[in-house]
């Protein structure tokens, strides 16, 4: 499997993941221009994409969905609720594009992509995990909390895309109205780094993984502080970020962690 986050933050997120016979995206939130730049830096054909997996209806996950899918003939997954709220942000798609996912698990040739449910104020908001052979790739960022049965995903996962969003004490200081502080902090809204931390402790044991850091907030987080905050996190728990884990940074602006599983 191949793995790169193409974009990871709150300006727009989408991650390429591909097999030897199945190429997919999950979400596409930034104008299709942006998105086929993105591939062609890692030497992809939008053209060969087979689906993109939507995880909610906000603007940061969909905003090149519709354009992307026009353009190239792309299928778009999601459930039932979220096409209907994302409808309006990615205009007139195609019914044979249209792929509401009924059941967990979707087969797209050698790839299996599965939804599982998260904390987050969208109407039905879900993260991935796909798999081919032996293999996982987890996709969990926009966790109000991290719950059981994300927990339950990501146990046996290669490699995550998990989100470190926020600094608390630069989130309750910072310009951000007191409505929406209170959203971010709440049970439906994002993972501070430190939560994260705590959340890769949950999940460790079996299989050695690779951790990137995604979905930073540009207004209340710093790369370096949220690997800093999860690595100590990790230390304090006795893990060592040298023989028990890799831990890097998926960027906001650029193509990375750009891993052949």
């Known amino acids: 499997m191949k793995f790169c ?21 999950v979400d596409a939130g ?34 090149g969905v ?4 026009r353009k190239y003939d792309i299928p778009i997954y999601a459930n039932e609720p979220t ?5 309006a942000s990615i205009g007139q798609i195609k019914e044979h ?3 509401i996912i009924d059941e967990k698990t979707v087969s797209i040739r050698d790839l299996e992509v599965t939804g599982y449910r998260i904390s987050h104020d969208a109407v039905m908001p879900a993260g991935y995990s796909v798999v081919c052979k032996n293999k996982k790739v987890c996709v969990a960022t926009d966790l109000g909390y991290f ?10 996962a290669d490699v995550i895309l998990l989100e470190s969003n926020h600094d608390v004490e630069m989130l309750k200081f910072g310009p951000y109205p007191y409505n929406l502080k209170r959203r ?58 040298e023989k028990d884990i890799v831990v890097t940074m998926a960027k906001r602006d650029m193509p990375s962690v750009y891993l052949d599983i």
Not at 42 to 55: L, Q, S, Y
Not at 147 to 156: C, N, P, Q
Request: aromatic share 4%; hydrophobic share 40%; with cysteine.
């Open 5 to 25: 986050s193409l974009y990871s933050g709150s300006s727009g997120n989408s991650i390429f993941i591909a097999s030897e016979n199945s190429k997919i995206l």
């Open 83 to 87: 096409w209907n709220s994302m409808l």
């Open 97 to 99: 594009n249209i792929k």
């Open 184 to 241: 971010i902090l709440s049970d439906v809204g994002h993972l501070s780094n430190e939560d994260c931390g705590k959340a890769i402790v949950e999940i460790m044991g079996g299989k050695k993984k690779i951790i990137a850091l995604g979905h930073l907030s540009k207004t209340n987080n710093y790369p370096d502080l949220a690997l800093k905050t999860v690595v100590n996190v990790l230390n304090e728990n006795g893990i060592s970020t």
């Open 147 to 156: 719950s059981e049965e994300v927990k339950a995903a990501l146990m046996d």
């Open 30 to 63: 930034l104008p299709g221009k942006h998105i086929e730049s993105a591939l062609s830096e890692i030497g992809e054909n939008p053209k060969e994409i087979d689906g993109i997996f939507v995880t909610h209806e906000h603007i940061d996950h969909v905003k």
């Open 66 to 69: 519709g354009v992307l899918s």
